[in-house]
């Protein structure tokens, strides 16, 4: 009987019991309940992600005991007021893992610093995230409003190192197996002999030409200019600790997020190395805080605050709400829980460059029933070379032009887990030369029962992406920036049909711990009322057309300027695309030359463009080029803009398009730079 109702509390868990039909065929139940997965011929699968989160996941957040309570000063700066509260519970000695609890009492904290937390076993607790509870509120120079950790570093490979005053020697092997499918909890090495139960061990997996070679990588050119993707003799690092040594094959306490193939990774090989972990802050918790500055117009890289940077591992962030800071949290250690952590923009970031507002800069890390609302940006992004698991769960993001994009230069092992994106896209994609080169981005990852706008699943050469049960529109496109080939789409499973499991990770951390695991992190058996997200709607897109020209493809795309006029956001860039002639893109005094660059968002199609002056005819010299294929090329050129200057040029697809103002009698104005695809002979309508 006992064994029955466990089972009936598992599928209900999982939303087997439920009205969904849609059944994986990557992850699926038998007949006995139990998790079963399918490989790829290879052998890889979809990992065990249920190691997200704080303590490894499926442990309940402490509550630590309160030591020193705050209140604010009504001073111009509370930041040392609080900071002083924080350096004496510092001080006193750790129990049981923890020291105590900093409170701030209910009101508003000024604070023109960051606040430090640089010891464990510390919570910095405020007294509610909303109306009557704490603010800290943001003023004087740029800084992030919270900031767990100090400096860590790491052992070398077969060296001893000098980690944080600690002297550590690094026994070292490589892995003999010809091939180490993703997902893998186990590997053979030439000796183990060194090694023991419970060692902590580097997995260090190089990066080759051969292999860059594989990826498609070693081709990619900007302005005629070669890009580098990751540079030959690099390292991604998985760490792990061994729990089992048969003969010289080791058994790992969590799965491996990415595969080992030895014709691409030899020489030098994987080298597996036994380390001890520098000394990092560890339990450390922000909870019930709001923290808020002013509401700026501008690009993320002007921006002057941002919300919580986690340096630390087993940490956690749990109701706090950040307004109006951009790049809000960093994620840079290992096993943090995020929960319910919201983040609001008033208005969008402004520029082609776009910010984060989670970025995943480390292992095992959790972020849940988390919500975004702002345009133009990545709501979450991963950094290089950073080994799963990660997991977003149940989280919702809102905002025009923004996505769940990992950034750059191949992570693994991402599970965007029931999460909403009414107004923008989930992409694992080849980045191409975006940025500085980012490339692929991403492998092994699943977006698994999510509703989005768009999707963009690619497979990597050797890798593979998965979307299972989502819904929204499938897009296929070549790598950014380029025409041709259109890449090929990574594994859809059930699009459109919502699989009957429905959360990947509550489902593995059900079966890995039990009951109590989904329990302690604050979810039921009643799958409705855990994923209310389901029911988020998108934000009205507004458009602007031409009654001649028809729609205007350039209407509220990012805007990049060589130089704005002041600070006055009347002058910004993004005024040449709003829709509304009263509004321009100024330079400043006595520039007479500058370029307008629009970011196109992706690949489109377009054969007319029309441009017009606010101050009559300053320019005398302007051209106007596209870019495709990672170059520029030349759309239109001329000697003058005037009021209203419409230009034909054959069909073309462009990622991008630059008006450069090559020469003129003043300051530049440009009060719309609108661009066309014109049904039939564009001549004709114009």
Known sequence: MKKITTLLLSLLVTGIVSAQKGKSEWVYRDNDGKLVYKTTPTGDRIMDFSHAGYMGGGVAL???PVKRVVKPSGTSDDTRLIQNAIDEV????LKSGFRGTVELAPGTFTCAGPVILSESGIVLRGSGSGAGGTTIKMVGGPHTAVVIGRGNTKVALGRTEKTDSNTVSAATTLITDTYVPSGSRSFTVADASGFSVGDIIDINRPVTEAWVHFMGMDNMYRDGKKQTWIKAGAYGI???KITAIEGNKLTLDLPLADSYDTKFLNPPGTVVAKVIPAARVAQVGVENIHIQCPPLEIDYGQAPYAGVRVGGDDCWLKDVYCEETMNTTVLAGNRITMEKVIVKHTYANLGASKPTDFSLEGSQNLIDRCEITGGNMYFVWTSSLIPGPNVLLNCTFKGIGSRIQPHQRWATGLLVDNCTVPDGGIDFMNRGIAG????????????????AKTYVIQNPPGAVN???GCMGKREQTARLFDSNPVLPEGNFDSHGSPVEIQSLYLAQLTERVGMRG???IGYTANSKKMFPNKLVKATPVKTDRDKILGLNLAFARPINTSKVKGSTREFGGEKAVDGNNNTYWSTADGVTNATLE????????MNTLQLSETLGGHVEAYKVEAQLDSDWRLLAHGTSIGKNLVVKFPETIAWKVKLTVLKAKMNVAISNFGLYLVKGDPANKI
Request: aromatic share 10%; with cysteine.
């Open 62 to 64: 402490p509550v630590v």
């Open 90 to 93: 510092a001080a006193m000695p």
């Open 238 to 240: 998985t760490k792990r």
């Open 436 to 451: 500085s080169g980012h490339g692929w981005t991403m492998g092994w990852a699943v977006a698994w029962n999510c509703i």
């Open 466 to 468: 998965w979307s299972i």
């Open 518 to 520: 989904i329990k302690n």
């Open 598 to 605: 629009i970011d196109m968002e992706g690949p489109v199609n």
